[in-house]
């Protein structure tokens, strides 16, 4: 299998990872959001999570921009309003698997992540494939801090949520010694 095909297959399946743990979670559960031990809630990160995917997706024909995203607050709130629109991006990500040529294409990309004005960062030239590797690492950051959020609020995530494929396959080859 090629690499873009794995790409596109392992974010499809964090994203399912994510539908499956919402699922799971009650509604209350998804929207709480204690300040006082922690900034943002499950349906925070989540909304995050997405807001990127969306981006990444709109920019797929034209230039990438992070900056312009939607911030639905439908999505920290509605928890199955959320995992619809998850399904919508694995359904546009499923998609790509049948055009491999944009995945192997270059991009730009605008991602503002100082303090500088908008419109004074130049854009980046990067590749789909490097974005599709960018949306992987951030998603598991952010559910990395789900499941310490989760865990503060006595939900236990299965114990490879959060956790990088990278990590996992050390810990597999300790275990195996």
Do not use: C
Request: proline share 3%.
């Amino acid at each position: 299998m090629s690499y873009e095909k794995i790409l596109v297959q392992d974010n499809i399946g964090f994203l399912q990872q994510g539908i499956q743990l919402m699922k799971a979670l009650s509604d209350e559960m998804y929207r709480h959001n204690d300040y006082s031990s922690y900034g943002s809630g499950v349906g925070k990160h989540i909304r995050h999570i997405l807001d990127h995917y969306l981006s990444f997706l709109k920019g797929l024909d034209g230039n990438i921009d992070y900056d312009v995203r939607e911030r639905d607050s439908r999505l920290e709130d509605d928890r199955l309003y959320a995992i619809a629109k998850m399904q919508e991006i694995v359904k546009g990500l499923t998609e790509l698997l049948s055009h491999p040529e944009k995945v192997n294409r270059t991009a730009l990309v605008n991602s503002n992540e100082g303090e500088h004005p908008a419109g004074d960062i130049p854009w980046s030239p990067s590749t789909i494939k490097r974005e599709l590797q960018y949306l992987l690492s951030h998603t598991v950051h952010h559910y990395a801090l789900i499941t310490l959020i989760l865990r503060i609020q006595g939900f236990q995530t299965s114990k490879d949520f959060g956790v990088a494929p990278s990590t996992l396959k050390y810990q597999q080859s300790l275990s195996e010694k």
